[in-house]
């Protein structure tokens, strides 16, 4: 079945640093859909990327999808305290799956003050 | 935006006891809506589907007979957890998908509950 790989599991920075997310998905996506979980909460969309090779920004975010719709990044410029979370991206595989998602595993981004 | 309530929010019963959960869709109608398991610091687990006025389908490994899914209405789905033991001790969450008339599937955006944390002794 789909697969989809996260990495890295952990990530610590310093407040300030910039912090990166991969997903890789075993199969070609129809769309890939990025979360956020803050400790305790539960996850809150993100954005949802459709296209080949998109690149949308939301402030200090910025997320891309690979040309070949298989790989997608989340990329955080200078963090703060408030990005503390895990960040989870989910894939959606298309057809008659009824918009069922496959998650990866989550990165869990601390940021120190 | 789209409002998904879970209930209870949190849940603590006895070993061999039934639990329900309820998710509804409080501004939007939800022909579909989706179960999740989630253990600490792991990913979420989709448990099934569920989907208006017919069966649930079930990811492998999940016993249907023991999770329980209704989907009685547009706006209301129900995870009846049977005979719950201590290793069901999880985070559940619902998720329900707000399908936009006129758009395609892929579209669709799912939209999850806060989630409900079942403690079994």
């Known amino acids: 079945g789909q697969q989809v790989m996260q990495i890295p599991q952990y990530q610590h920075v310093q407040e300030g640093e910039d912090f990166t997310t991969y997903c890789n998905s075993s199969t070609t996506l129809s769309n890939i859909q990025w979360y956020k979980q803050r400790p305790g909460g539960h996850p809150v969309f993100l954005i949802q990327?459709?296209?080949?090779?998109e690149v949308k920004k939301q402030k200090r975010l910025t997320f891309q999808f690979g040309e070949a719709k298989k790989n997608s990044s989340l990329h955080i410029t200078a963090t703060q305290t408030t990005d503390v979370g895990t960040y989870f991206c989910a894939g959606y595989a298309g057809g008659t799956s009824y918009g069922k998602l496959t998650f990866g595993q989550g990165t869990i981004l601390t940021v120190h003050p | 935006g789209a409002v998904v309530s879970q209930h209870p929010s949190w849940v603590i019963c006895k070993s061999g006891t039934s639990v329900k959960i309820e998710c509804r869709s409080l501004d939007f109608q939800a022909t579909t809506m989706f179960w999740y398991r989630q253990f600490p610091k792991q990913s979420l687990m989709l448990m099934a589907t569920?989907?208006?006025?017919?069966?649930?389908?079930?990811e492998q490994g999940v016993e249907k007979d023991k999770f329980l899914i209704n989907h009685a209405s547009l706006t209301l789905s129900t995870l009846t957890v049977t005979s719950a033991h201590p290793e069901d001790s999880s985070f559940y969450i619902c998720?329900?998908?707000?399908?936009?008339?006129?758009?395609?599937?892929?579209?669709?955006?799912?939209?999850f509950g806060p989630g409900t944390r079942l403690t079994v002794l």
């Open positions: 569920s989907n208006e006025g017919s069966k649930a389908t079930y």
């Open positions: 990327l459709v296209k080949s090779g």
């Open positions: 998720s329900a998908r707000d399908r936009a008339s006129g758009r395609a599937v892929f579209a669709d955006t799912q939209y």
